[in-house]
């Protein structure tokens, strides 16, 4: 006979046992993300080698934003902004909303400004936006399906190629996953908790990147289809609202002071289609197999159409509205604008990963839908690691190394090169050497609004010219790109000016990689005079902006 000791102590075990597996049953979702989110930052260039041009701007950005705060230049704050521009010659932070900037500062602050620091925090927000859409598909979706459709989506070869840059598509994206979630909260619940937090979430999404702004008329129509007229006369909307537009106010002025600007320098850049062209509308329908991978398109279709034919029980009503605009008003509005790409649509791929999900739910039994739900998610993972690595281009590190190893104190280092935004935040990690200046020799010689492609003004120096220029600079090494824009006369003038018995080669270093790029050499030069310290009163045009930026250098 067994004792009620015995008895209640083995109960009291099942008990545990029980309790210690539903812990691991609700642990294991954001394990799976958060294992994720490490394993594509273990994958992702953290040492410098930047591919895209703009990742290393976005990562200055962040340092400014640090510098700043340390600095509080309250006294004359557009004077300190113009004077770090001239020492640091690669930011873009009026250009782009400010918000990913500031949380960027906080990770400098804590673990120093380097390009791991900067990619850290995009991994962070990669963890969110799969957390975010975990969320958002578990009201719907048993926990493990919805655990598939988080995995699918982190997974996604466009998605996981621009996780892994230091870029504010994720970052956007991670915002606007939670606000989908606390707004879908809200027609679940209508508690004004969850619409409040809606709002601030839609506006962090937009003070991150401003395309994801679409979202606001997917959550008003979804309103409108499930609550119709009883939208406009519920108070708690309206206030909303009201709020959200008005805190949208100064991003509207950064835009038209800034954005404006960027946009037209994007548009030179596009490859820009007729707008009402088959080719414009067809053009992200034809890109999405190469954002998902084929598996989980398939899987999505197949959810669309259960969707379409009403065949998912827990979608119906407001719930399809959501995803169905979701997908429409994206489409629309990034088909609508001239610059296209596949990054631009990365925020509309939720409805896809969670009807894919969906559809296994509906073809396969309960238990065996999440697992393979999860497999699909993996699998999708282990493709993308395999087949879709992610570009990098190294040597700009070394040149940064180079400088900050043999420039005298004080120095002022004169950059030639395409990748500019490289070499000046890999020279700014170096913390032991902010007393270097770094000008950049297009912004001296030539007259560029970003891109040539938007033309070039050139200074018309002669070579005597350019020789002085460099001596009454104070500058004391040269970092010059081997054929760098030598179709035009000014830079050809310049690099005769290297050659010239003045100046000595010190250094060679190749430029390498694994994607197509321009540069592949550089030539580090230093005067073979004496090099006189001072202090120089220098004027940047800035002509995207109509402004010219002065300030002292050295």
Known sequence: MVSHSAADAGWNRVSRAAALYRLLRRLAPPAFILAVACVLFATAPVAGDFSYSDAPRHALNGAFVKDFIAAWPWHDPAGWAENYYLQYPALSILFYPPLFYFVEAAAFALFGVSHAAAQGTVAVFYALLGFGVYRTARLFLPRYAALGSALMLMSAPELAFWGRQVMLDILAYASLSWAAFCFARFLRHDRTRDLACAAALVLAAIYIKYNVAFIVPVFALTMIAERRAASFRDRRVLLAAALAALGLLPALWLNLRFGIANFQSAAALANELPRWSVAAWTFYPALLPEILGWPVLLLALAGAALLLAGKLPAFKGWPAWLLLAWVVVGYVGFSAIALRAPRHFLPVMTPFV?????????????????????????????????????????????????????????????????????????LRTHEERRDITILRADKLLLRVAVERQRGVGEAAYSEDQIAALIRDLGISLIVAEDGFWDDLTEMRRFARVLNRSDFAVVAHVAIAGTMGHSDKSFTIYRPTYPVAAKTTRLSIEMPIINRTFQGEIR
């Open 354 to 426: 969670i009807l894919a999900a969906a559809s296994l739910v509906y073809f396969l039994p309960r238990r065996i839908a999440g697992l393979a739900s999860c497999v699909a998610g993996i699998g999708t993972l282990a493709y993308t690691l395999i087949a879709v690595p992610v570009p990098v281009i190294t040597g700009h590190q070394a040149l940064a190394d180079y400088a900050a190893a043999a420039a005298p104190p004080n120095a002022v280092v004169l950059f030639s090169g395409y990748r500019d935004g490289n070499f000046v935040f890999d």
